[in-house]
């Protein structure tokens, strides 16, 4: 584990980069039933006092078309095991923009968005993608 020094004294932390991959159930969408295949790559900061902070990229796949579905990008912030999601995307199945909050857990997503077409959906997502690691000095 790599230990950076902050420039504020006695500040200590931990950058990981991770890619992951799992499965994503939409819910109140009517576009496909099939679940979605995910790639995903998550980059976060851990402070001593176990805050973490960083940015999700996904890019959902559909399996009913095996054609991509969404792009989305969000911020996170909060402890190692519920982060807090917010973000923007685009779903190429439905040709529209999405705005998007949710809950991060060790394995885990469920999310509500909504399209600019003004059409809400709630996801949720299974993925290999666990805790942030925790500072240990």
């Given at each position: 584990?790599?230990?950076y020094q902050?420039?504020?004294a006695g500040?200590?932390?931990?950058?990981?980069t991770r890619?992951?991959i799992?499965l994503?159930f939409?819910f109140?969408?009517?576009v496909g039933?099939m679940?979605?295949?995910?790639?995903?790559f998550?980059?976060?900061r851990?402070?001593?006092d176990?805050?973490?902070t960083g940015?999700?990229?996904?890019l959902?796949?559909?399996?009913?078309t095996f054609r991509?579905?969404?792009?989305r990008?969000?911020?996170?912030e909060?402890?190692c095991n519920?982060?807090g999601?917010?973000?923007?995307?685009?779903?190429?199945?439905k040709?529209?923009?999405?705005l998007?909050?949710?809950i991060?857990g060790?394995?885990?997503?469920?999310?509500?968005?909504?399209d600019?077409?003004?059409?809400p959906?709630l996801?949720?997502?299974l993925?290999t993608q666990d805790?942030?690691?925790?500072v240990?000095?």
């Amino acid at each position: 584990m790599l230990l950076y020094q902050s420039a504020r004294a006695g500040e200590a932390y931990h950058d990981e980069t991770r890619a992951y991959i799992g499965l994503q159930f939409i819910f109140g969408d009517a576009v496909g039933t099939m679940p979605g295949f995910v790639l995903g790559f998550r980059h976060s900061r851990t402070r001593t006092d176990n805050t973490v902070t960083g940015g999700d990229l996904s890019l959902a796949i559909s399996l009913d078309t095996f054609r991509p579905d969404a792009i989305r990008l969000s911020y996170l912030e909060g402890k190692c095991n519920v982060l807090g999601q917010y973000g923007l995307g685009y779903s190429f199945t439905k040709q529209a923009n999405l705005l998007f909050v949710g809950i991060v857990g060790p394995l885990n997503k469920v999310f509500a968005e909504i399209d600019s077409g003004k059409n809400p959906a709630l996801g949720l997502e299974l993925n290999t993608q666990d805790c942030a690691g925790k500072v240990i000095l």
